[in-house]
């Protein structure tokens, strides 16, 4: 007989050959040394991978110690609905529905809160260009991107949820392109005598508009100047702001410092902290100020609404004046021609030349400390609530990664550097809307890095919980954890004096453990593991 | 040799029926014995057969799941934990089948390759040289049917023809997959293995 084949061996081996085969074959073998000295090769080889493949490597996941039942979890999303509930009528009621009405009563009644914050014009002429093809399929494509990269880590449905979630996120941004004229350079000018008949969307570092933009300006830069005139609305991002032209439109200012010197035909909003109306200043509408330091002339056809820290009124006023300030100074050349009311901390300083319509209602607040007011422990309370709700979620959703992030919370100085770094994101952020990345990517970055710094409690708060009652055993177990951890966090956050530096540790300790576990997921790929999904 | 299958500890194979029978009638203790017992090994086989931790844990939740409710179709004269296996099986290669990851190196050119004849001394050594961990890292770089024959057959102990049906080839084409398998694996054992030795400064 000649010698076995390897696979006559294995069968031999295995019991699988007709038992007149097998005697011949043991025959065989016993007189042949070759023979013997392969099939016991294969048996060894045989208990080595019987021996891998049953050795008891690593621990059963805590997760899988009780039996899975489907619908583990309608508790966990009542639970989860009910609060979410409570905390949305409760925001809804207690901030904005009277702001809602603050906001009309000055004068803004036309437009409802929302569209008021997201600026409706470029809002909607966003809708518009969602319509440009090329923008669509870019974004389509990155989600792609994502989805391919994070599909092996992460679960089927939740990648799909946070992907196409993300996606909507950034289609119902504002996007910069479109039909809109959008440049990107350095120093941008638009000289006298030109006109732009478009919408004008810049990102540079200074802008001057000496001509005409015939439709709106959109604008982040470091300084802006308007000599010429804007028939749209004004929209600007900046550390200074200068309008001296006219503004047919409305101005929303979002900027360290404004000073308005020319006519501005509808509403005024700004978010500033130094803002200027000078005597040559005129707002077709009324005004929304929020601001640090405000010091209101010119002439004001309508309500001006005002939450300042020092304010100084010396013009006229067609409306009503609402200001909530730290302190009111009217001087002798104002002239207000309905209510006007204060509330604050100091009494206000009237001249007696100033012209009020009606007497002036004051209402003097005295602070008293938080923990005085009943409100502070429901809102403690609530808030708690949130980011038990937000952790929660995260668990359910995505329990190997909350794992990985909770491991990697344990490295405390990696944990803390990374935090540090990743604090930095929102200059990048930042420095993605005014060049060429674009906008959308920029403000995504920047509402993805708020929502990591949130969640940073949660595997703070996790692990901290870990750390005094032990390792979790079960999901029930690592949901209890964190909700103690989270009250710890919660009564440590509002000792006074440390507080501040407790939580700043706490974001920072969790934001970079949470960079650490992204890190990780990326690098852990094994690449020869599985063969690429095809 | 180690049998995956071997008895529960603490539970006799009339046990094991009782507490299946109980269950089928909806007794929630049994099921958390059955569970209890037989978690560990298909949470093992899962993570084994799958590419990723997450989705051995997955697998096997979803796998007991889906067992609890076809626990009347179990016919009670088959050993329960081959019926356990299979389930698993085809849960496990289901999953990969929808991601696609079987290649199309697996498809008839390669396996038509004749395999070369070993040397079993060399044979011998390497599977002297290598430890169990470095076994299961080879493992898991073996394409998806490579794998699964494997773990099928040197984990669940499964036979040829229920490894023959759980794959879809012929029962004659079992042997080849297995000895294919083993090609594939020592060779990504020879090649990890001998980095990894170099690194530890032997030859």
């Given at each position: 007989m000649t010698h076995l084949d390897e696979m006559t061996s294995l069968l031999y081996l295995e019991g699988q050959l007709e038992r007149p085969r097998a005697l011949e074959l043991s025959a065989h073998a016993e007189s042949c040394t070759e023979c013997r000295a392969l099939l016991r090769a294969l048996e060894r080889e045989s208990r080595l991978l019987t021996q891998a493949l049953v050795e008891e490597d690593e621990a059963v996941p805590a997760r899988l110690l009780a039996p899975p039942v489907r619908d583990t979890t309608p508790w966990a999303w009542i639970l989860s609905f009910g609060l979410a509930a409570a905390g949305a009528y409760t925001l809804w009621t207690g901030i904005v529905e009277p702001w809602r009405e603050q906001l009309s009563q000055a004068g803004?009644?036309?437009?409802?809160l929302l569209t008021m914050l997201l600026f409706r014009g470029a809002f909607w002429k966003g809708w518009e260009s969602m319509a440009n093809i090329v923008q669509f399929l870019a974004i389509t494509t990155l989600g792609l991107l994502a989805f391919g990269l994070l599909r092996r880590s992460w679960r089927r449905w939740t990648t799909i949820a946070v992907v196409m979630g993300t996606i909507l996120a950034a289609l119902a941004l504002p996007p910069t392109a479109g039909a809109a004229e959008t440049k990107h350079v350095h120093g941008y000018t638009l000289p006298a005598g030109e006109t732009i008949h478009n919408d004008l969307i810049l990102g540079t570092d200074t802008a001057r508009i000496d001509g005409t933009v015939d439709g709106d300006l959109i604008v982040f830069c470091r300084s802006l100047t308007i000599n010429g005139r804007v028939i749209g609305d004004v929209i600007s991002f900046a550390q200074i702001v200068r309008i001296n032209g006219q503004v047919d439109g409305n101005v929303r200012d979002f900027s360290n410092t404004l000073l308005l010197s020319g006519p501005v035909a509808k509403n005024a909003m700004a978010f500033a902290d130094r803002v200027e109306l000078d005597s040559k200043s005129r707002i077709g509408g009324g005004m929304m100020v929020f601001a640090g330091d405000a010091a209101l002339d010119g002439r004001m056809n309508r309500d001006l609404l005002g939450f300042i820290g020092r304010s100084v009124l010396n013009g006229f006023i067609g409306g009503n004046a609402r200001v909530t300030s730290d302190r009111l100074t009217i001087g002798p050349t104002a002239e207000i021609a309905g209510k006007v009311s204060y509330k604050g901390e100091h009494q206000p300083e009237v001249s007696p030349q100033a012209k009020l319509a009606s007497p002036l209602e004051v209402k003097i607040v005295t602070h008293r400390?938080?923990?005085?007011?009943p409100r502070y422990y429901w809102h403690q309370v609530l808030a708690w609530g949130a980011s038990f709700l937000f952790g929660l979620v995260v668990i359910l959703l995505m329990p190997g990664f909350f794992g990985e992030v909770l491991k990697a919370s344990r490295r405390y100085g990696p944990a803390f550097g990374f935090g540090a770094l990743t604090l930095l994101t929102p200059i990048l952020a930042l420095i993605a809307c005014v060049t060429i990345v674009g906008l959308a990517v920029g403000i995504g970055t920047l509402l993805l890095w708020l929502v990591a710094l949130y969640s940073a409690q949660v595997f703070v708060a996790t692990w901290l919980g870990e750390t005094l009652m032990g390792r979790p055993t079960g999901t029930g177990a690592v949901i209890g954890r964190l909700a103690v951890g989270l009250i710890l966090i919660r009564i440590a956050g509002a000792l006074p004096y440390v507080g501040g530096w407790i939580k700043l540790g706490v974001i920072i300790w969790g934001l970079g453990a949470l960079t650490l576990a992204l890190y990780r997921q990326t690098q852990s790929q094994p690449a020869p593991a599985m063969p690429a999904a095809a | 040799m180690v049998d995956a299958r071997k008895r529960p500890e603490g539970m006799s194979a009339a046990e094991i029926s009782d507490a299946i029978s109980r269950a089928r009638s909806g007794n929630s203790d049994a099921w958390g014995e059955l569970y209890r017992r037989y978690a560990a090994a298909i949470f093992r086989f899962c993570r084994r057969a799958l590419p990723s931790r997450e989705d051995a844990e997955d697998a096997t939740a979803e796998i007991f799941i889906k067992v609890q409710e076809k626990?009347?179709?179990?016919?009670?004269?088959?050993?329960f934990s081959a019926w356990l296996y299979k389930v698993a099986t085809n849960h496990c290669w289901d999953i990969l089948r929808r991601r696609r990851v079987?290649?199309?190196?697996?498809?008839a050119d390669v396996e038509d390759l004749p395999l070369e004849h070993p040397d079993p001394g060399q044979l011998e050594r390497l599977v002297e040289e290598r430890t169990s961990q470095q076994v299961r890292r080879a493992l898991a770089s073996l394409p998806a049917r490579a794998r699964m024959a494997l773990v099928l057959r040197y984990?669940?102990?499964?036979s040829y023809d229920e490894i023959a049906e759980a794959l879809g080839v012929r029962r004659a084409f079992v042997g080849v997959v297995l000895l294919r398998a083993r090609h594939q694996l020592r060779e990504a054992l020879g090649q990890r293995g001998a980095a990894g030795l170099a690194a530890r400064g032997t030859p």
């Amino acid at each position: 007989m000649t010698h076995l084949d390897e696979m006559t061996s294995l069968l031999y081996l295995e019991g699988q050959l007709e038992r007149p085969r097998a005697l011949e074959l043991s025959a065989h073998a016993e007189s042949c040394t070759e023979c013997r000295a392969l099939l016991r090769a294969l048996e060894r080889e045989s208990r080595l991978l019987t021996q891998a493949l049953v050795e008891e490597d690593e621990a059963v996941p805590a997760r899988l110690l009780a039996p899975p039942v489907r619908d583990t979890t309608p508790w966990a999303w009542i639970l989860s609905f009910g609060l979410a509930a409570a905390g949305a009528y409760t925001l809804w009621t207690g901030i904005v529905e009277p702001w809602r009405e603050q906001l009309s009563q000055a004068g803004f009644g036309e437009s409802n809160l929302l569209t008021m914050l997201l600026f409706r014009g470029a809002f909607w002429k966003g809708w518009e260009s969602m319509a440009n093809i090329v923008q669509f399929l870019a974004i389509t494509t990155l989600g792609l991107l994502a989805f391919g990269l994070l599909r092996r880590s992460w679960r089927r449905w939740t990648t799909i949820a946070v992907v196409m979630g993300t996606i909507l996120a950034a289609l119902a941004l504002p996007p910069t392109a479109g039909a809109a004229e959008t440049k990107h350079v350095h120093g941008y000018t638009l000289p006298a005598g030109e006109t732009i008949h478009n919408d004008l969307i810049l990102g540079t570092d200074t802008a001057r508009i000496d001509g005409t933009v015939d439709g709106d300006l959109i604008v982040f830069c470091r300084s802006l100047t308007i000599n010429g005139r804007v028939i749209g609305d004004v929209i600007s991002f900046a550390q200074i702001v200068r309008i001296n032209g006219q503004v047919d439109g409305n101005v929303r200012d979002f900027s360290n410092t404004l000073l308005l010197s020319g006519p501005v035909a509808k509403n005024a909003m700004a978010f500033a902290d130094r803002v200027e109306l000078d005597s040559k200043s005129r707002i077709g509408g009324g005004m929304m100020v929020f601001a640090g330091d405000a010091a209101l002339d010119g002439r004001m056809n309508r309500d001006l609404l005002g939450f300042i820290g020092r304010s100084v009124l010396n013009g006229f006023i067609g409306g009503n004046a609402r200001v909530t300030s730290d302190r009111l100074t009217i001087g002798p050349t104002a002239e207000i021609a309905g209510k006007v009311s204060y509330k604050g901390e100091h009494q206000p300083e009237v001249s007696p030349q100033a012209k009020l319509a009606s007497p002036l209602e004051v209402k003097i607040v005295t602070h008293r400390p938080d923990y005085a007011q009943p409100r502070y422990y429901w809102h403690q309370v609530l808030a708690w609530g949130a980011s038990f709700l937000f952790g929660l979620v995260v668990i359910l959703l995505m329990p190997g990664f909350f794992g990985e992030v909770l491991k990697a919370s344990r490295r405390y100085g990696p944990a803390f550097g990374f935090g540090a770094l990743t604090l930095l994101t929102p200059i990048l952020a930042l420095i993605a809307c005014v060049t060429i990345v674009g906008l959308a990517v920029g403000i995504g970055t920047l509402l993805l890095w708020l929502v990591a710094l949130y969640s940073a409690q949660v595997f703070v708060a996790t692990w901290l919980g870990e750390t005094l009652m032990g390792r979790p055993t079960g999901t029930g177990a690592v949901i209890g954890r964190l909700a103690v951890g989270l009250i710890l966090i919660r009564i440590a956050g509002a000792l006074p004096y440390v507080g501040g530096w407790i939580k700043l540790g706490v974001i920072i300790w969790g934001l970079g453990a949470l960079t650490l576990a992204l890190y990780r997921q990326t690098q852990s790929q094994p690449a020869p593991a599985m063969p690429a999904a095809a | 040799m180690v049998d995956a299958r071997k008895r529960p500890e603490g539970m006799s194979a009339a046990e094991i029926s009782d507490a299946i029978s109980r269950a089928r009638s909806g007794n929630s203790d049994a099921w958390g014995e059955l569970y209890r017992r037989y978690a560990a090994a298909i949470f093992r086989f899962c993570r084994r057969a799958l590419p990723s931790r997450e989705d051995a844990e997955d697998a096997t939740a979803e796998i007991f799941i889906k067992v609890q409710e076809k626990l009347d179709q179990y016919d009670p004269s088959r050993p329960f934990s081959a019926w356990l296996y299979k389930v698993a099986t085809n849960h496990c290669w289901d999953i990969l089948r929808r991601r696609r990851v079987r290649q199309d190196l697996e498809t008839a050119d390669v396996e038509d390759l004749p395999l070369e004849h070993p040397d079993p001394g060399q044979l011998e050594r390497l599977v002297e040289e290598r430890t169990s961990q470095q076994v299961r890292r080879a493992l898991a770089s073996l394409p998806a049917r490579a794998r699964m024959a494997l773990v099928l057959r040197y984990y669940a102990d499964m036979s040829y023809d229920e490894i023959a049906e759980a794959l879809g080839v012929r029962r004659a084409f079992v042997g080849v997959v297995l000895l294919r398998a083993r090609h594939q694996l020592r060779e990504a054992l020879g090649q990890r293995g001998a980095a990894g030795l170099a690194a530890r400064g032997t030859p």
